[in-house]
């Protein structure tokens, strides 16, 4: 396997996460940045302000986006920017937000909540309880409560018959494997991995080998799992917060992977001038096309 450093776009994202590949676009949030930011292919890179955080970014078959804000979903168009919310979430949880989301092959949308740790101007707080659930949207607008007594939700990813999920809890630093029927219901749940690597788990995306890459926020570093768990590679990167990842490129054997300011120190911050960056990898490894939402 190889990896190679392509680029590096020093975006200085506070919290860059939820990585989409979008027919030639790089697409991603920054969260306590509040904008929905785009690499085009000439590498310019354009930006939508967003009026709360922008917790997550899940592409619509139909055109656009939803976004996830720290407390609905809203249908985003992506060329103007103009957002509109059609569903709140967790009305009767306020302390709580959105974060990591996800479209499975059948195009139902996935999001999970945590309690909310981030003031209104964008710096942390603690995590004192684990109060956030996992959502399954379906296209006809029915959600349903799937998980409770989520830490930090984080990871979402689907093998390509969507019999298989992964979702991890950034608080319990582990991720699983949950079986699915074909209505998206789950029927069976078990630990993929062992004793988790070095830093904490956060967002991810699975290959066409069925590996799954997992950015390690903390560690400076992806961690490829093979499908039984095992960790078949450690990628390191110039960025101490790696958010999440995906697969794009005409050929989707790039690797985009988002990171984060986010609790870094000021001296961390002057130590290295690409903390918050979007790292580009060339790969001998295929991806799979982002799943897009059917409703």
Same mark, same amino acid.
């Given at each position: 396997?190889?990896?190679?450093?392509?680029?590096? /776009?020093?975006?200085?994202?506070?919290?860059?996460?939820?990585?989409?590949?979008?027919?030639?676009?790089?697409?991603?949030?920054?969260?306590?940045?509040?904008?929905? /930011?785009?690499?085009?292919?000439?590498?310019?890179?354009?930006?939508?302000? @967003?009026?709360?955080?922008?917790?997550?970014?899940?592409?619509?078959?139909?055109?656009?986006?939803?976004?996830?804000?720290?407390?609905?979903?809203?249908?985003?168009?992506?060329?103007?920017?103009?957002? $509109?919310?059609?569903?709140?979430?967790?009305?009767?949880?306020?302390?709580?937000?959105?974060?990591?989301?996800?479209?499975?092959?059948?195009?139902?949308?996935?999001?999970?909540?945590?309690?909310?740790?981030? @003031?209104?101007?964008?710096?942390?707080?603690?995590?004192?309880?684990?109060?956030?659930?996992?959502?399954?949207?379906?296209?006809?607008?029915?959600?349903?409560?799937?998980?409770?007594?989520?830490? *930090?939700?984080?990871? *979402? $990813?689907?093998?390509?018959?969507?019999?298989?999920?992964?979702?991890?809890?950034?608080?319990?630093?582990?991720?699983?494997?949950?079986? *699915?029927?074909?209505?998206?219901?789950?029927?069976? $749940?078990?630990?993929?991995?062992?004793?988790?690597?070095? =830093?904490?788990?956060?967002?991810?995306?699975?290959?066409?080998?069925?590996?799954?890459?997992?950015?390690?926020?903390? $560690?400076?570093?992806?961690?490829?799992?093979?499908?039984?768990?095992?960790?078949?590679?450690?990628?390191?990167?110039?960025?101490?917060?790696?958010?999440?990842?995906?697969?794009? =490129?005409?050929?989707?054997?790039?690797?985009?992977?988002?990171?984060?300011?986010?609790?870094?120190?000021?001296?961390?911050?002057?130590?290295?001038?690409?903390?918050?960056?979007?790292?580009?990898?060339?790969?001998?490894?295929?991806?799979?096309?982002?799943?897009?939402?059917? =409703?």
């Amino acid at each position: 396997m190889r990896t190679n450093i392509l680029a590096i /776009h020093d975006v200085a994202n506070g919290v860059g996460e939820s990585p989409v590949w979008d027919a030639g676009v790089l697409r991603w949030v920054d969260i306590t940045g509040r904008a929905v /930011h785009a690499l085009r292919p000439d590498g310019t890179i354009d930006s939508h302000a @967003m009026p709360d955080f922008p917790c997550f970014l899940a592409l619509r078959r139909g055109g656009g986006a939803i976004v996830g804000l720290r407390n609905r979903l809203c249908h985003l168009d992506l060329d103007t920017g103009a957002i $509109a919310a059609f569903h709140a979430v967790e009305p009767d949880r306020p302390d709580n937000r959105c974060n990591e989301g996800g479209v499975d092959p059948a195009g139902r949308l996935w999001f999970g909540t945590m309690q909310d740790n981030l @003031m209104p101007n964008g710096e942390p707080k603690p995590i004192v309880a684990a109060t956030g659930a996992l959502y399954r949207f379906d296209p006809d607008g029915a959600c349903t409560r799937m998980l409770d007594g989520i830490g *930090l939700s984080n990871t *979402l $990813a689907w093998s390509p018959d969507g019999t298989a999920m992964y979702f991890g809890d950034t608080l319990e630093n582990r991720i699983r494997t949950y079986r *699915l029927d074909r209505d998206g219901g789950i029927v069976a $749940a078990m630990d993929f991995h062992g004793i988790a690597p070095d =830093g904490a788990c956060d967002g991810s995306t699975l290959d066409a080998q069925g590996y799954l890459w997992n950015a390690r926020f903390g $560690a400076g570093c992806l961690i490829r799992f093979a499908p039984d768990g095992s960790v078949d590679a450690r990628i390191d990167l110039p960025v101490t917060n790696p958010t999440s990842c995906c697969f794009g =490129g005409p050929d989707l054997r790039t690797l985009y992977v988002t990171s984060a300011r986010f609790g870094l120190s000021d001296a961390a911050l002057a130590a290295n001038r690409h903390e918050g960056a979007l790292v580009a990898l060339s790969t001998d490894i295929q991806g799979l096309p982002a799943n897009r939402f059917a =409703g």
